[in-house]
C-alpha cells in the first residue's frame, strides 16, 4: 500500500497546473495588438437577418513595423483572428529617427486625411484615436499629429499607413546633380569671337 502512494505521489508532482513549472515560461507574441473597432454587421436574407461580426485591428512590433486589418466573422474570436491575419499581410516597414520620424508627412484615404510631424525628444505621443494605436504599436514615442477630415476609425488609421508608407530615409544617400554654369557677361564676350572664325 505504502508502494502505491509513493508511486502516485510522483505522479502528481510531475502536473503542470497555475503554479507548475511551465506557467512563466510563455513566449511573447512577434506582433502586439489592439482591437481599434468591434461592430455587429447585419445582412437581411429572405427568412431574416444574419448577424455578424466586423473587427478592425492594429498589429505591430515596436520596432518600425505596423499594419492594419479588417474582418468579419461568424463570432468575436473568429473575426479577430482573421483581421489579424489580414493585417500581418499589409505590414508597413517605417524608417524610425530615435523615437520620431524623419520629416513631416501627409496622407489621405476615403474623406480621412492625416497629417504627422517629427517632434523633439520628450514632446510625447500626442494624437488620438486611431492615428495613437498606429504610432504606439509602431515604436514612435515622441510625435505630434493631426486628424482632419473623417473620424471613421478605419479610415484615420488606413490615412495614417498611407502617410508612413511615402516616409523617407533620410540617412540614404541623395542622388548628385550635375551643376549648371552660370552665364555671366565675360563668359558671354569669351564666345563671341570663337563663333565669329566659324563663320
Same mark, same amino acid.
Given at each position: ?12 508532482? +510531475?502536473?503542470? +497546473? ?68 489580414? !493585417? ?13 520620424? !524623419? ?97
Amino acid at each position: 500500500m505504502q508502494t502505491g502512494n509513493k508511486e502516485s505521489a510522483v505522479k502528481g508532482s +510531475g502536473r503542470r +497546473g497555475r503554479g507548475g513549472r511551465g506557467a512563466g515560461r510563455r513566449e511573447k507574441p512577434e506582433y502586439d495588438q489592439k482591437l481599434l473597432d468591434l461592430a455587429r454587421v447585419t445582412r437581411v436574407v429572405k427568412g431574416g437577418r444574419r448577424f455578424r461580426f466586423r473587427a478592425t485591428i492594429v498589429i505591430g512590433n515596436r520596432k518600425g513595423k505596423v499594419g492594419v486589418g479588417v474582418a468579419k466573422g461568424s463570432d468575436v474570436s473568429n473575426a479577430i483572428q482573421k483581421a489579424f491575419a489580414s !493585417a500581418k499581410k499589409n505590414l508597413v516597414s517605417v524608417p524610425l529617427m530615435g523615437g520620431s520620424i !524623419a520629416h513631416a508627412v501627409a496622407g489621405k484615404y476615403g474623406s480621412a486625411k492625416v497629417l504627422l510631424k517629427p517632434a523633439t525628444a520628450g514632446r510625447g505621443l500626442i494624437a488620438g484615436g486611431a492615428v495613437r494605436a498606429v504610432m504606439d504599436l509602431l515604436g514612435i514615442k515622441d510625435i505630434v499629429t493631426k486628424s482632419l477630415g473623417s473620424s471613421n476609425k478605419l479610415n484615420v488609421a488606413q490615412a495614417t499607413l498611407v502617410a508612413l508608407a511615402t516616409l523617407k530615409n533620410v540617412a540614404e544617400p541623395v542622388a548628385e546633380v550635375a551643376p549648371v554654369k552660370a552665364e555671366t557677361p565675360e563668359t558671354k564676350k569669351e564666345e563671341a569671337p570663337t563663333e565669329a572664325v566659324k563663320a
